[in-house]
């Protein structure tokens, strides 16, 4: 089992940045994948990055390369993301998710087993 919890979700005007973290507690190992996922009001749920443990190896969705960085930080156990340049469509509720293998790189939500309740970023123009 691994419990998820967010923070960091903040509005802020178009080109500010943001950094999520999320707090990692129960069974991971370098098996653990895990990733940000967002949903937007009326549109299904996206996966934004994610970080596979064993290797280090990331990924992200194209819309928020050279923007976004993901990274682990194992002295506090957290997922953190690091967004700049914002856009008004980054607009949505941000979601800590693990997995195990390397499937959660793909940034499909059927790679994921366990999620956190989210934290809301809003981007004003």
């Known amino acids: 089992q691994v419990q998820l919890a967010e923070s960091g979700g903040d509005s802020v005007e178009v080109g500010g940045s943001l950094r999520l973290s999320c707090a990692i507690s129960?069974?991971?190992?370098?098996?653990?994948?895990m990733a940000w996922f967002r949903q937007a009001p009326g549109k299904e749920r996206e996966g934004v990055a994610a970080?596979?443990?064993?290797?280090?190896?990331?990924s992200r969705t194209n819309s928020v390369k050279g923007r976004f960085t993901i990274s682990r930080n194992n002295a506090k156990k957290t997922l953190d993301l690091q967004m700049n340049s914002l856009k008004p469509e980054d607009t949505g509720m941000h979601y800590c998710?693990?997995?195990?293998?390397?499937?959660?790189?793909?940034?499909?939500?059927?790679?994921?087993?366990?999620w956190g309740k989210g934290t809301l970023v809003t981007i004003s123009s």
């Open positions: 998710a693990a997995g195990e293998g390397t499937n959660c790189l793909s940034l499909q939500p059927n790679a994921i087993n366990f």
């Open positions: 970080i596979y443990f064993g290797t280090s190896a990331t």
């Open positions: 129960g069974d991971t190992s370098s098996r653990t994948c």
